[in-house]
């Protein structure tokens, strides 16, 4: 196949080098323009070293971008993690159309940080979907999907990275596959059970201990990585990693007062929570590293009754 990858960062990278590695030619590149002083996308990079066509076009709804396309006369073009708009004279210029990527399994999680919302909600399935791009943000007719389960522990690092990355990455060469030799089969998205959620940033990842454990829990394993779930101590503000979940089985095994450190070990240290703890292994303090909980916890003299949160 001739192909155009539009995309970014490690991910649309991966997605180029194995389209390149069983044969097929990519002709083209498209990245979104760097911002000042960020890091070099690995995508642009490895593409430049490949001599391979590379466009970081601010703007792919214009006729600029569309010509662009034509003059590549490529057969399907890949969308692999692309938070850029594009046009439907865009999308449909290659031979056989465009095919996107989206981490979860739409119509549900639709939007920016879909992997993000089913952890923090909760959920116990999430998966990846590979759809034709149209105007409406992710709710073009799905193509194929992929499965994947969340367990009580894992993390956002642990679904993406173990999961969504390599199976986004095999799933993408799997729909081309099948759209190029005409076997696929293009299923409208059920709109009964869609929803859309924005970003999920700082404001959404910060911690309400007056909320059940169960639901702290998930917001930070849902923000680890990234953002990172927060509280504050002493007017500092501090993330949290590395978290485990403990359930008070009864009223007479309730340890300290919501909000508060109730136990602390040589690792980690216990919050309390309506109905548990949070175990705490990991934090991240304003302007800092990570580093281990109880390194930190015995610099800053938190002891136990030391409070988190306004």
Not at 71 to 88: H, K, P, Y
Not at 282 to 298: D, L, W
Request: net charge negative; proline share 6%.
């Amino acid at each position: 196949m001739r192909i155009a990858i539009i995309g970014q960062q490690y991910f649309g990278k991966a997605v180029m080098e194995a389209f390149l590695a069983r044969g097929d030619e990519v002709v083209a590149v498209f990245v979104a323009p760097e911002r000042e002083g960020a890091s070099p996308d690995p995508l642009r990079v490895d593409a430049e070293k490949r001599n391979i066509r590379v466009f970081q076009m601010p703007c792919l709804m214009d006729a600029v971008a569309e010509n662009v396309m034509k003059s590549l006369e490529v057969d399907i073009a890949i969308m692999a993690f692309v938070l850029q708009f594009v046009s439907q004279s865009f999308v449909n210029t290659p031979r056989f159309g465009t095919i996107q990527y989206h981490p979860s399994l739409l119509p549900r999680h639709r939007g920016p940080s879909s992997i993000n919302w089913p952890i923090v909600c909760g959920e116990t399935e999430t998966g990846l979907t590979i759809f034709r791009p149209t105007d409406g943000m992710d709710e073009g007719p799905i193509i194929l999907q992929k499965k994947v389960p969340i367990l009580p522990d894992d993390t956002l690092g642990r679904i993406y990275f173990d999961q969504l990355f390599p199976l986004g990455v095999q799933a993408l060469l799997e729909a081309a596959d099948l759209v190029v030799a005409g076997r696929h089969v293009e299923t409208v998205q059920d709109e009964s059970q869609a929803c859309y959620e924005g970003w999920f940033r700082l404001p959404e990842a910060k911690i309400n201990w007056n909320m059940h454990v169960s639901l702290i829990y998930n917001l930070i394993r849902g923000s680890d990585p990234s953002p990172g779930a927060w509280t504050t101590v002493d007017g500092e503000t501090v993330q949290f990693y590395a978290a485990r979940k403990h359930l008070f089985p009864t009223f007479r095994e309730i340890k300290g007062a919501v909000g508060e450190i109730s136990e602390m070990g040589e690792k980690s240290f216990r919050v309390t929570a309506h109905g548990g703890q949070i175990e705490i292994f990991s934090v991240c303090p304003s302007g800092f590293g990570k580093c281990p909980a109880m390194e930190y916890a015995r610099e800053k003299g938190w002891h136990i009754g030391t409070r988190f949160g306004d």
